[in-house]
Every structure is written in structure tokens, then in C-alpha cells.
């Protein structure tokens, strides 16, 4: 049992469930799972990854809709991490898992949905991105994971593991994705804006040029469509003469 996904529905991980499984190297938590119970995965000594599939509660949401404007906030919500990760008395889940290197944390939610709206040719660039960048981790089934390093830190005399995202990185790599995402949208957004523009310039005698049918955009509207569309995080408008 070197890899163990957990059934989707399940909501509690009882006290010490896999206490002592040393077989045991990477589990997959489903997003139904609400609290793993103490020291349920104690001693599994050779686990060395941990994925969370219900990311959209682990993480910052104000960062993702933000990007780096709320960079001091990070990407991880510590609170909520934590409510996870330790019982009321602060004995961790995962104690004395000395090989625990990684928690993995699935953001399909705000990548690959979005993903599989674009067409195939900018999908398959959003794709080779990801797969370039530092602690992002596309699985064979579509499933995006931003990783983050497992660090034990010494805390009144006790070793306690501690999840970061170390001189932000994942967050970073998270944010260059959504901006890849948000340019594609924004490219097939102004292509179907355009055709309208220029079908509605038509005349019923004679067909005007599409070069002649096109509308200038005044720069202060276009940071106002950039922000209306929930871009102004990720992407800057092209100011003219800027």
C-alpha cells in the first residue's frame, strides 16, 4: 500500500486511523474530509507526500483573486492549514513522519476549470507552462497541485512540522499561470468583441475593411474593462504611448 487514495465522502480521518503504516508513502485526502483526527497518521515513517484535494478552503482566496497586490498575505491560509493539520491540543496529524517532505495542494478549482474552456492550442501552452515551473505539478487526469515544502521546526521542545511556501514560490508560479489563463481569455474575449464590432460596421451596399470597423479603446476604460473582467490582478492594459 506504497500510495492510498482516501473515498470521496469521507469527512473524518479518525485518531490514529494509520498509526504505524510504514508501507505507506504518499495519501490522497479527498475534499469531503474535514479533519483528520490526532496522530492518525503517526509513525508512518516512510510517507513523503501528502495531497489535499479540497485546496479551495486551504488557501488564500483573497490572494488568488488579487494576485501579488496581496502578496504580504501569501498563498497559504494558515488558519485554516492548520484547523487541518493539528487537534484542539496541537498534536499534529502527522507526527513522527520524519520523511513528510511535501503537501500537495489541489487548485484545479481556479486553473483547470478555466483551463478547459480554451481552446485546445492555448490549453496545451497553459499545460507546457505548468509544467515549467517550480512546485506546480500537473497530474495525467487533469488535476493541478501546487506543492509546498514540509519543514520541522523546534517548538517547546517538540519537533512540529510547519507547511511554507518558501520566498513565495509556489505562489509565484501559481500567479505566472493566471496570467497566462488570463491573457488567453482576454485574446479570445477581444477576437469575438472585434468580429461583432465589425460585422455590426458592415454595410448592406458594401463591405467596409475589418482595419476600418475598429473602435479605439480610451486608456482609462481600458483599465476599467481590464479590472471588470477580474484581470487587473494579472494583467496590465497596453497604454497607448506608455
Known amino acids: ?39 492518525a497518521f503517526q509513525e ?3 510517507l513523503s507526500e501528502v495531497i489535499f484535494l479540497g485546496g479551495k478552503r486551504l488557501l488564500n482566496q483573497e490572494f488568488v483573486a488579487c494576485g501579488f497586490e496581496r502578496e504580504e498575505h501569501g498563498l497559504l491560509d494558515r488558519e ?14 502527522f507526527d513522527g513522519c520524519p520523511e513528510l517532505r511535501t503537501i500537495k495542494i489541489s487548485i484545479s478549482w481556479v486553473v ?23 512546485r506546480l505539478e500537473l497530474l495525467q487526469d487533469g488535476e493541478v497541485l501546487a506543492c509546498f515544502p514540509v519543514v520541522s521546526q523546534a517548538e517547546g521542545g517538540n519537533d512540529l512540522l510547519k507547511v511554507q511556501d518558501t520566498n513565495l514560490e509556489t505562489a509565484r508560479s501559481l500567479h505566472k499561470v493566471l496570467q497566462l489563463i488570463a491573457f488567453h481569455e482576454l485574446k479570445e474575449s477581444s477576437i469575438l468583441i472585434e468580429l461583432a464590432i ?12 475589418r482595419a476600418d470597423c475598429r473602435v479605439p479603446i480610451p486608456d482609462t476604460a481600458k483599465s476599467i474593462i481590464m479590472d471588470y473582467c477580474g ?3 494579472f494583467l496590465k492594459p497596453a497604454i ?3
Open 1 to 39: 500500500m506504497a500510495e492510498m487514495s482516501l473515498n470521496d465522502g469521507l469527512q473524518t480521518i479518525g485518531a490514529g486511523a494509520f498509526e504505524g503504516c510504514m508501507a505507506l508513502r504518499s495519501v490522497t485526502v479527498p475534499s469531503t474530509v474535514t479533519e483528520l483526527g490526532s496522530c
Open 44 to 46: 508512518c515513517i516512510n
Open 80 to 93: 485554516a492549514l492548520d484547523a487541518m493539520l493539528f487537534d484542539e491540543n496541537r498534536y499534529v496529524a
Open 112 to 134: 483547470s476549470e478555466r483551463m478547459a474552456r480554451l481552446p485546445r492550442e492555448c490549453m496545451l501552452s497553459v499545460e507546457e507552462r505548468i509544467h515549467n515551473l517550480h
Open 198 to 209: 465589425w460585422k455590426s460596421g458592415i454595410d448592406v451596399a458594401t463591405f467596409a475593411p
Open 231 to 233: 484581470f487587473a490582478g
Open 240 to 242: 497607448e504611448g506608455g
